[in-house]
């Protein structure tokens, strides 16, 4: 049994690796958003709610007539999942130039195109790893026949153990080499299985059919259950848990902030927590007990521990409010989960693939039901409430044996739900915005005014907003046609661009931030209204691709921090050659980076300096950021003077708004002053690659930030933050 321990610890780590690179990969290929991330997702679990079924099937059907081994069955699906790693991310490119070619102008007919790529993609290499299961079910039972009533239960701990190191050591592989450099890896440990699981079943040769096994072997020691019941605990599991997990983002994100390390520490936290649940419920097991109503209660009230924690008003580390908060719920999930599986299958791989199939359908629901339905409508607070609502009730529901422990813990979880409030209760006199993306506040006075996503600070109102505007279109050599700005925040670019009398289109991707326009701009109507002014909510590189326009001007300002997750496809090769495509002669890209270590800098400059012959650098403030302009022909070398002459009166006006009274001639003055050569800066870090879509430079930084002696544990991190 010990060898089934290591394959499913090895394939646990190998599908939440898959899972973190695949989704990466999909993101770059057909853009950031959340209702991508929710497709990618829900394709993988289906494919593993699939497998997991379809081959628990074939069990029952010809298990008990094949003279096939369960364990080269076994050594066939992980050399077919190890085959996935490499074949995968060429299909997804597959599919984006396939829908490049396919011209779609909706941005809702090219959700329905990705996904149905996406479900070609990932749903049949992802039933091979949900077919694992009930596979090897059928090979203990085949050749360990006293431990195969809770085979379920034993692989699905060891699946979670590598699940564990799955969610943890991937970062470093990434950081170290990259996306496909680490699927390599994931291929080779799949491989790696497939030969000793061949390999083992040579050695295995006491080999019995299911007939044979049923009419030698006793009843086992958990009895089977017949109740569907059980099977609607699994699918109630699985939609709370995954359900939860969304909105444990945004709970938790105000102090953990954006960086994968942080998600990475949620999953890999809720995972361990699953771990020890697991291998609890195996202890608790072996004598077969019943759980009691208390277990429920117990859920239900854990359920609503990052109610608490995550209350601004409790002073508390951000580290523990995370492990406080997820743990609990977490620990128990892992005890029942397994259990109920047992408890339905006693170790028949039809029933257990049934079962299993079933929790994963609750799992693809939960996500889909948290993000588009309840938290565009109802606070963190209350989507927590109602998805531990069912545990509350099944605690509280009458029995004939009166037990007043479980009235008690749900009273209190009562209590807890009363008293707790949700982030923005620090902000009063806020306006706070839902959708399916992010939770938005909008907050301050005059210009104190901010504008926070998820908890975490966008941007405030600032002159180097305007200039992200001014600078590059004073410097071009032509009067501009057009502009296009990524990246709305508080609109303070857009309102600026539009004031040179051009039509000017802006990309957002979170939907709720461009309705707080009006709160930052008071003239924000007007502007808005305006037939030069056009706001489009997707992601900004996925505009691009399927976009035809030209532009005179295309202005980035990614959010901060510059680390955050999923940023690094705006300062990449890749997305700098989409721009190339769209800019017209002698255009010009402005790039803002806020800031980063000189590995950053040097990994977004070399990015640029080899999508483009010509780039000029101007720092803002010495230690605030850089403006990056680059263009395919020479950008003219022009004084303040010179610039402040081309710029039309209400941009000088628009530029003096918040500068007085230093004038914009002086601010210009400034900006030149600071101007960096390409080669200065790439020379902080010359051996650094080009920002790509494989190698997120900004992202994945923690072994060398290890290696230069920083604490960058996320406690200090967040502590900094």
């Known amino acids: 049994m010990v060898w089934f321990f290591l394959f499913f610890s090895i394939s646990g780590f190998c599908s939440i690796l898959y899972e973190i690179v695949w989704l990466r990969l999909a993101m770059a290929q057909f853009g950031v958003t959340s209702a991508l991330a929710s497709i990618v997702l829900s394709m993988f679990m289906a494919g593993l709610g699939l497998g997991s079924w379809l081959s628990g099937r074939l069990i029952r059907k010809y298990g008990e007539h ?54 070609f993609t990932l749903v049949p290499w992802c039933a091979c790893m949900g077919a694992t299961i009930p596979i090897a079910m059928l090979a203990i039972r085949q050749s360990y026949r006293r431990d195969s009533s809770r085979s ?15 969610a943890l050591v991937p970062p470093l592989l990434i950081e170290l080499h990259g996306f496909h450099w680490t699927l390599t890896i994931g291929a080779t440990l799949n491989l790696c299985l497939a ?20 009419q030698r072997v006793p009843s086992s020691t958990i009895s089977r259950s017949r109740s569907r019941w059980t099977l609607v605990l ?84 951000p580290v523990m409010r995370l492990l406080l908060g997820v ?48 938290l565009p409508l109802l606070s963190e607070h209350w989507v927590l409430t109602l998805f531990a609502l069912p545990w509350l009730v099944l605690g509280a529901w009458p029995r004939a044996q009166k037990q007043w422990a479980p009235y008690a813990v749900v009273a209190l979880a009562l209590v807890c739900v009363a008293f707790t409030k949700d982030f923005q209760v620090g902000f009063p006199n806020s306006r706070v915005l839902r959708d399916n993306t992010a939770t938005v506040i909008a907050t301050g006075e005059g210009m104190q005014k901010r504008l926070l996503v998820n908890g975490v600070g966008m941007t405030g109102l600032s002159p180097v907003t305007k200039i992200m505007a001014h600078l590059p279109l004073a410097f071009l050599d032509h009067p501009p046609q057009n502009a296009l700005d990524i990246c709305f925040g508080m609109g303070t670019t857009f309102r600026s661009l539009l004031t040179w009398n051009i039509p000017v289109t802006a990309v957002e991707l979170v939907p709720s931030v461009p309705q707080m326009f009006p709160y930052f701009h008071p003239d924000a109507s007007a ?69 980063g270590d000189d590995e950053v800098r040097a990994a977004v400059t070399r990015a640029l300096v080899e999508s483009f012959p010509y780039v000029r650098i101007f720092a803002y403030k010495r230690d605030w950021g850089y403006h990056f302009l680059a263009s ?74 290890l290696r230069r002696g920083d604490n960058v544990t996320l406690a200090a991190q967040v502590t900094n933050r």
């Not at 030969?195 to 049923?214: G, N, R």
């Open 66 to 119: 094949s003279k096939v081994p369960a364990l080269r069955l076994y050594a066939l699906t992980e050399f077919f999942i190890g085959v996935s790693a490499l074949v995968v991310p060429q299909e997804l490119l597959w599919g984006r130039h396939l829908l490049e070619h396919a011209g779609f102008s909706s941005s809702g007919a090219y959700y329905v195109a990705s996904a149905i790529w996406i479900a």
């Open 327 to 374: 743990a609990a719920f977490s620990g128990i999930l892992g005890f029942v989960t397994p259990m109920l599986v047992d408890r339905w299958a006693a170790g028949d791989p039809n029933r257990a693939g049934t079962a299993y199939a079933v929790n994963i359908l609750g799992c693809i629901l939960g996500p889909l039901l948290a993000g588009f339905a309840m």
């Open 234 to 317: 699994l699918f109630t599991t699985g939609l709370t848990s995954m359900g939860m997990e969304v909105v444990w983002i945004r709970q938790f994100t105000p102090y953990l902030g954006t960086m994968v390390y942080a998600f990475a520490s949620i999953l890999g936290l809720y995972l361990a927590a699953t771990f020890i649940g697991s291998q609890i419920y195996r202890y608790w097991s072996r004598s077969a007990r019943k759980e009691t109503q208390f277990v429920w209660a117990c859920l239900g009230l854990v359920a609503l521990l990052p109610l608490i924690t995550a209350d601004p008003r409790i002073l508390m580390h």
């Open 527 to 595: 502007v808005v209204s305006s037939p030069n002014a056009h706001i489009v909510v997707d992601d900004g590189r996925r505009y691009l691709e399927r976009s035809t326009e030209q532009f005179d001007l295309v202005t980035i300002d990614p959010p901060p921090p510059v680390e955050a997750a999923g940023s690094s496809l705006l300062y990449t090769k890749e997305f700098y050659t989409v721009i190339n495509a769209r800019l017209r002669s002698h255009g010009i890209l402005q790039q803002w980076l806020p800031d």
């Open 152 to 166: 379920f239960s034993y692989l699905y701990l060891s699946n979670v153990a590598g699940a564990v190191l799955g």
């Open 195 to 214: 030969l000793s699981a061949l390999a083992l079943s040579h050695v295995l040769t006491d080999l019995e059919t299911l007939s044979e096994f049923e």
């Open 632 to 705: 395919n022909s020479p950008i003219p070398n022009r004084n303040a003077a010179e610039l402040l002459q081309r710029m039309p009166p209400a941009a000088v006006r628009d530029m003096q708004e918040w500068s007085p009274p230093v004038g914009p001639e002086r601010i210009f003055d400034l900006i030149l002053s600071l101007e960096k050569s390409p080669a200065e800066i790439i020379a902080m870090s010359p051996e650094v690659p080009p920002m790509q879509d494989d190698r997120p430079v900004n992202e994945y930084f923690l072994l060398r930030s």
